[in-house]
């Protein structure tokens, strides 16, 4: 094998990979009959590359779609092709993700070939007298070989550089691409010259040289001797121009647009949780189990075939008599901790009627108890009364101990049941989430493969997909009762694997057991309250939205000069950038111009259009996501919207919200206030809005400990304006309102780790004025820098920052050597623990609430909303003055810090007018 230098820039033929690892053993399927033998070739000849090169830089490239500029030039070119076969289309979106989870660079640009874009990235390291590698099957290539670039057949072992390729082919790669146009290629429909086979086209080559040296001496061709060289110069004189173009056809483009520099191929770090997920699904379980034990074993050739799956032993019994759910209940009632899942006819807790309740008190050992399977030649069940009597008190016990996987909606469908479900010890939805929140997925088929190394029965499997998906009741009990004392089993196991885990961080355990377990109950309780909505004035600003939108169509088409969708990209694109000639500012991975928020933000500065396209565009989404998609969320039976709160998707340990997303209604602009209008009170009610005061800087003030930041809190000033005056050096009583704007951005851009150039665009200005107002914000204020280095490093160190109770903020790109990667992840640093903290805060005042609404007797307050740093309630009108003072004072006494905090709190007929 020749010599391959050290280190060199590896670039792969992923197209070449594609189709020899389709073509190849073994032919494999999972369990859902998907094919993935092209995945597990293509990934298994990349993961084999990397171990054997151990590169730092590597990129790998694939053909895109559509037709290039060779069937411009001939629209015969590669028309005998047969389409990409069904089963080798599927494959390459789930190729494609694994690679960039590897941390594999991957480029596919549209109208050239592979080869096209890997000769251009060669060109450019050969230039820079870099040594390139290219991993391809593909005799093409061959013509890209120079001093400072190699081929690799890695299916064959062998390597080709100049002297390599002259061994191979007889000629220099500069000759290649005249053997090839002499040829032709019927594979890929170039003509070549006809009766021209490859010991011709090499004797030719060999014995005159060129293309253009045969033309310059025809008359020599006959005394070269091979067969037919007496008339191959008339040949080669009719069929110039065909040979002309195949000469063409087979020159692999040098000069591709190309947005990367090499420098952008740099390995990442792997996405791990992102592997574990797309092996679980193709059921590589030997590559899984390696990731789950920490490596990523050499694979020999006896290896091809996968391995057995490992199998989890169990027993599950279905419950169908009085004596088993007897026995049952009495295993429950003396079992150390009991597993339960519910099983329903829909994932909305406030539509989801019972169908079945799993159990499981061993690893292994689980029941399943149907109730309402009502499917043809269904069994007969026990009835639900006897079911309640027998198993209701033990779902009420709060001594009897039980963990389940996501309890908030079991114990909320439980209770439209008419059942308690109390005594809930453990959540590994939670337990998973508070170790590491950034880890993984928290739901349950992730966890299992993470921890358990297991892919759980999918709910696909039994019910099937899209329209003809059947509910659980219509699932057949030889089906449906496996999977759902898996779901019990599998639940249990994560406990087992997960607390030890936990208990291990000590610290993390307060987080637990203090704020997000007892929190699943409250959030349970706030989603069955719901809150009330006036459909009526919702639907009449739909029509006012829809009016703005029509407008402002106008408007943008008189700019434009032409009529055109504005909510299409594409078109978008052509009006702004082809026609009217906007500067392009960034571009798509696929080398579009971007029309993305931030740059058409950047462009509406000096542009109208921009600024019209962004109005339309927020005017839309609050149509779509909430004035027109908010009545249809109104629950028949209570006449309320009920939300989903999610305790396990932000990294920071925010609540998130779902169907409708409360979090994401806007306030600073009217449309947005004016939605709010239509959250309303009952009659006789109004709606409190209690909400903590710039909670993140009394974070800020109390992490880092500056004095002036604690002075300007504990002296009760305005904090922008005690920050403006000291930016800017004037007394507090002539900070103008343009100081205070401008200080109130540096402030918060701080908290976010907001550079001098971000806060330059925030405030429209100069970038060296925003990097003069930083230089003093930190000359004033020199212990928030002194904290932002701190914890720059400290993450470093750790891997993680933590807020002021012990949640941990994991940070896996903290070591990045990816430059951007590594900045975002310091900038996440600076502001995790003052979100974590202040997302702490509000859940334990939460927690506080609701201990005190828990004595109330009357119904003359609920709990409805929490909304970022807020608290909504809706009071009786004659209680609002005496709770509202209760509720700040619970709320200021949620956490101790070294700055006071302040609740404000305002009530009105809406929640708009609570503000």
């Given amino acids: ?43 298994n000849m990349l993961k084999s590359l990397v171990r054997q090169f151990n590169p730092s830089h590597m990129v790998v490239v694939f053909d895109a779609k559509g037709p290039t500029f060779r069937n411009e030039m001939y629209s015969e070119y590669k028309a005998h092709r047969p389409p990409m076969p069904d089963d080798l289309r599927t494959q390459i979106e789930p190729i494609h993700e694994i690679i960039k989870a590897m941390g594999l660079p991957l480029v596919s640009i549209t109208g050239v070939e592979a080869d096209d874009v890997i000769g251009t990235f060669a060109r450019i390291a050969s230039e820079q007298q870099r040594h390139v590698l290219i991993s391809t099957g593909d005799k093409d290539m061959a013509q890209l070989v120079n001093e400072h670039v190699t081929l690799i057949n890695t299916m064959t072992d062998t390597v080709l550089d100049p002297q390599g390729v002259v061994d191979k082919f007889g000629i220099g790669p500069e000759l290649i691409i005249d053997y090839l146009a002499l040829m032709g290629d019927k594979v890929d429909n170039i003509p070549g010259v006809p009766g021209v086979g490859e010991k011709t086209a090499l004797a030719m080559l060999q014995g005159i040289g060129s293309i253009k040296s045969l033309y310059d001496r025809l008359d020599d061709i006959a005394g070269l001797g091979f067969r037919g060289s007496k008339t191959m110069a008339k040949k080669l004189e009719e069929h110039k121009a065909q040979l002309d173009l195949s000469y063409e056809l087979a020159t692999i483009k040098l000069d591709v647009e190309v947005e990367q520099n090499l420098e952008t191929f740099a390995i990442a770090d792997m996405n791990k949780d992102r592997l574990i997920e797309l092996y679980g699904q193709c059921e590589f379980k030997r590559w899984l189990s390696e990731l789950l034990d920490g490596k990523e074993a050499p694979k020999t050739a006896a290896e091809q075939a996968q391995p057995e799956a490992k199998k989890i032993e169990a027993h599950y019994e279905t419950i169908l008599t009085e004596a088993q759910l007897t026995t049952w209940a009495e295993k429950l ?335 600073r602009n009217e449309a947005g206030r004016r939605i709010r209008q239509a959250f309303i009170a009952d009659e006789g009610h109004v709606i409190l809005a209690a909400d903590y005061s710039q909670i993140e800087l009394r974070i800020m003030a109390h992490l880092s400990q500056d004095a002036g930041l604690l002075k300007a809190f504990a002296e009760g000033k305005d904090v922008h304006s005690a920050t403006a005056s000291e930016v800017f050096g004037v007394p507090l009583e002539e900070v103008t309102s343009d100081m205070r704007r401008k200080a109130k951005a540096v402030n918060f851009g701080l908290i976010y780790g907001m550079s001098a150039f971000g806060l330059a665009r925030q405030l429209d200005i100069p970038r060296n ?54 900045k975002a992840a310091e900038r996440a640093a600076i502001n995790a623990p003052m979100q974590g903290t202040a997302a702490d805060i509000i859940k334990k005042a939460m927690l506080k609430v609701a201990q005190w609404l828990a004595t109330q007797t009357t119904n003359d307050i609920k709990l409805l909303m929490q909304v970022h740093d807020e608290l909504v309630f809706e009071i009786a009108k004659d209680k609002v003055e005496a709770f509202s003072e209760h509720i700040c004072s619970l709320m200021s006494e949620a956490a101790s810090l070294d700055v006071p905090f302040l609740v404000e709190a305002d009530y009105g007929e809406n929640w708009e007018q609570a503000h």
């Fill in 1 to 43: 094998m020749s010599q391959i230098p050290e280190n060199p820039l590896i670039l792969v033929d992923g197209s070449s990979y594609l189709f020899r690892a389709y073509h190849a053993p073994p032919h494999l399927t999972n369990s859902k009959g998907e094919a993935t033998g092209a995945i597990y070739g293509v990934i």
């Fill in 333 to 667: 009632k003396s079992a150390e901790l009991m597993a339960f899942d519910t099983e329903t006819t829909s994932l909305d807790y406030m539509q989801a009627d019972l169908v079945g309740m799993s159990f499981a008190v061993k690893e292994g050992e689980a029941a399943y108890l149907p109730i309402a399977h009502d499917y043809m030649g269904a069994p007969e069940q026990l009835s639900k009364e006897f079911v309640f009597e027998v198993l209701g008190p033990v779902l009420a016990d709060d001594s009897v101990k039980k963990v389940g996987q996501n309890l908030k909606y079991d114990k909320s469908v439980l209770a439209r049941a008419g059942l308690e479900l109390n005594g809930i010890a453990f959540d590994t939805m939670l337990e998973s989430y508070v170790f590491n929140s950034v880890g993984t997925r928290h739901d349950m088929d992730s966890l299992a493969l993470k921890y358990l190394g297991h892919k759980n029965i999918s709910f696909e499997e039994i019910a099937g997909k899209g329209k003809s998906q059947l509910t659980f009741n219509q699932i057949e009990l030889e089906k449906a009762a496996p999977y759902a004392a898996e779901d019990a089993d599998i639940t249990l196991r994560l406990h087992n694997q997960l607390w030890p885990m936990l208990k291990e961080q000590s610290e993390l355990l307060p987080v637990f057991n203090e704020i997000e377990l007892p929190l699943l109950s409250v959030l349970s309780d706030i989603e069955r309250t719901g809150v009330k909505i006036d459909s009526q004035m919702l639907a009449e600003q739909s029509v006012e939205i829809a009016a703005r939108l029509t407008e402002l169509e106008k408007e943008a088409y008189e700019i434009a000069g032409e009529e055109f969708n504005l909510s299409s990209t594409k078109q978008l694109q052509a009006i702004l950038f082809d026609k009217l000639g906007l500067p392009v500012l960034k571009k798509t991975p696929k080398g579009a111009p971007s029309t993305a928020e931030e740059v058409l933000q950047e462009l509406a500065h000096d542009y109208p259009l921009p600024k019209l396209i962004i109005e339309h565009r927020g005017l839309a989404k609050l149509k779509s996501t909430y004035t027109e998609k908010l009545p249809k969320l109104v629950n028949p039976e209570t006449g309320r919207v009920h939300t989903s709160y999610h305790q396990a998707v932000t990294a920071t340990g925010r609540l998130s919200s779902s169907d409708p997303n409360l979090q994401n209604i806007p306030i």
């Fill in 769 to 822: 004025e925003a990097q003069h107002y930083m230089d003093k914000y930190f000359e004033r204020f020199p212990g928030v820098l002194e904290y932002m280095e701190r914890t720059r490093e400290e993450a470093a160190e750790k891997g993680y920052v933590e807020t002021l109770f012990g949640r941990r903020l994991h940070l896996p790109d903290i070591k990045a050597r990816n430059g951007a990667r590594r």
